[in-house]
């Protein structure tokens, strides 16, 4: 095994969506398609009860949700494809945007009942900004949706990319039968026999052949679709995929198992294998590092705290860039310049650990870390260097803390300035209090959930939060005299952020958009500058 072999292999990829689009299920039928598992239905099970086989956060078994992703990693066709999941709760975490700081491509599952909706929308803005490859998966196609043509033009128009179907639905909703390669117009026709417990039986036969099976009016409007899109659509194109310009789209049914395979073979041949990092030196020079670099290297993307509240244990996980990790391997920690040895790594699949010997650059590393570690720290063998890329979003909830027990208030300060290094909540500080009591803003509700957890088991604190009138929050830039127009203003709060770095809080993102457009020579940023 070489780094340049294992890692060009690897198929490190999310799936982003709405909530309800089918994501558990497709998860589950990429296991059962690669062999990972031989019965879906566990998965699936697990997201109902998961009380049964949970030891995660108490919260998270009261609530029933999932608050936190789990890597799963499964071979295919020599391609190892590593999924990380991302929550699937109405509510979400800056830990949803950061995973994505984690892969390489991304899966946007769409309900084509339903078309484009805000959360997939979001989460697409993230992938853009990373200039991530994403492959579209149109599901539920069982079901009667929109148009396919205007859904796929919905998807151009909304977010602003060239999209290429690969194959094309035949039929939808009861009359749901298979999909057509659109370059060689083989047609593949599914069989349903065991509501998707097992792998569906599928036939291939050309589509010019197929009008008895189709039905002469079917095969008549798929042949008039599939006419249309030579002159309409695009045609495929790898390099603008890779550059996240163009997306594939391919079509299915994760519940029936119609159209997996399609999805799995695009991901297994064409989905971006780990590719070169930026990263500053010590002297803070911009360079970019290779996967098959010699020494390892990676980042702390994601920390985990209670998995096990038995043990109060903290799970750092780290993203493979370069190199080989290798189990009690030593590393520099460019933050402080420590050595850290990396024993007991893990590995999840789905919630079962097992130790790891070793890992490639694409793979994702479990660290228990006794608190050493912080989201962005990067980790290596030889000189220090410092990755880009974990950028911080803007917060859109916004509370103040009520403390029950006011002698507890410095357990508050310190639990909050930890907790908020380690990324479970971000604080900010009004300038007349110095360090005392911040503001605290989250991209999601939950994670002022997870921190009034934290800080009772961890800090013995109990809090309760009130909402402040604040849904907008952004990073200032630009002219002095942008700061000074702001403060004549009585309808905005300026606050610094742990960093010092001047941060704009509005009631709604069009008062924000209100002081982009008047402040004079000021520039609004809702991620973090780094
Ligand atoms: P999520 O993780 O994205 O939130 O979605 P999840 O897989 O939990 O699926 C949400 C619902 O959509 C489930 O129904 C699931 O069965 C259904 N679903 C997923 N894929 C398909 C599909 O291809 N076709 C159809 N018709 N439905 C699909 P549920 O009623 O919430 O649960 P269940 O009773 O089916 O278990």
Known sequence: MTTSTESTRRRTHAIISHPDAGKTTLTEK?????????????????????????????????????????????????????????????????????????????????????????????????????????????????????????????????????????????????????????????????????????????????FSEARQELGERLHDQVSEQLDLLEIAGEPWDKQAFLEGELTPILWGSASRNFGIEPLLNYLAQHAAPPMARGYRNLSGESKTLAPDDQDFSGFVFKIQANMNPRHRDRVAFIRVVSGQFRRGMEVTLARTGETLRMTKPHTFMAQERSIVEDAWPGDIVGLYDPGNLRIGDTLREGPAIKFEGIPRFAPEKLMRTVLKDPLKRKQLYSGIDQLAHEGVIQAFYRPAMGRQDPWLGAVGALQFEVLKQRLLNEYGVSLDLEPLPYSCARWIGGSPKALEWLKQRRDYVEVVDRNDQPVLLSETPWSAQYVADNAPGIELYDVEPI
């Open 30 to 206: 990429l296991l059962l398609y690669s062999g990972a598992i031989h019965m879906a239905g566990s998965v699936r099970a697990r997201k109902t009860s998961r009380h049964a086989v949970s030891d995660w956060m108490e919260m998270e078994k009261t609530r029933g949700i999932s608050i936190t992703s789990s890597v799963l990693q499964f071979e295919y066709q020599g391609a190892m494809l590593n999924l990380l999941d991302t929550p699937g709760h109405a509510d979400f975490s800056e830990d949803t945007y950061r995973t994505l700081a984690a892969v390489d491509s991304a899966v946007m599952l769409i309900d084509h009942t339903k078309g484009v909706e805000s959360r997939t929308l979001k989460l697409f803005d993230v992938c853009r900004m990373r200039g991530l490859p994403v492959v579209s998966f149109m599901n539920k196609l069982d079901r009667n949706g929109l148009d396919p043509l205007s859904l796929i033009d919905e998807i151009a128009k909304t977010l602003r990319l060239k999209v290429s179907p690969l194959n094309w639905p035949v039929g939808m909703g009861p009359s749901f039968c298979g999909v057509v390669d659109v370059r060689t117009r083989a047609l593949t026709l599914f069989a349903d026999g065991d509501h998707g417990q097992f792998i569906a039986k599928s036939m291939q036969i050309p």
